[in-house]
């Protein structure tokens, strides 16, 4: 079974950076293809992909909106997701989710628009201005 534990998150002001860890375990990063990444939801709007990896076609994926400010990556050995966010805004306040699918044969693109499997609690990212 695989299970997400998002950590990170917290109020920051405009212009500050977080960054968002997702320690990953039921599955390893060198094994089959898998397609990771984040998530989020701002109260009274719909669930947005972020960013998404996959192993599949060796793509990464970013939403229009955080293009250039946020970054994701992997450790392999820790077997944990990051999403560095720079440059943060008050529009990027939300509930930031893990997410995961094992195996994946999908693109990025693909995984953060449709969604993956598994997907973990949650972490609260507050922007003010």
């Known amino acids: 079974e695989v299970q997400l534990v998002e950590s990170g998150g917290g109020l920051v002001q405009a212009g500050e950076s977080l960054r968002l860890s997702c320690a990953a375990s039921?599955?390893?990063?060198?094994?089959?293809?898998?397609?990771i990444g984040w998530f989020r939801q701002a109260p009274g709007k719909e669930r947005e992909g972020v960013s998404c990896?996959?192993?599949?076609?060796?793509?990464?994926y970013y939403a229009d909106s955080v293009k250039g400010r946020f970054t994701i990556s992997t450790d392999n050995t820790k077997g944990t997701v990051y999403l560095q966010m720079n440059s943060l805004k008050p529009e990027d306040t939300a509930v930031y989710y893990c997410?995961?699918?094992?195996?994946?044969?999908?693109?990025?693109?693909?995984?953060?628009?449709?969604?993956?499997?598994?997907w973990g609690k949650g972490t609260l990212v507050n922007v003010l201005s």
């Open positions: 039921g599955f390893t990063f060198d094994g089959y293809d898998y397609a």
């Open positions: 997410a995961a699918e094992y195996p994946s044969y999908g693109s990025s693109w693909y995984a953060c628009s449709y969604g993956m499997d598994s």
């Open positions: 990896m996959s192993s599949s076609d060796g793509s990464t």
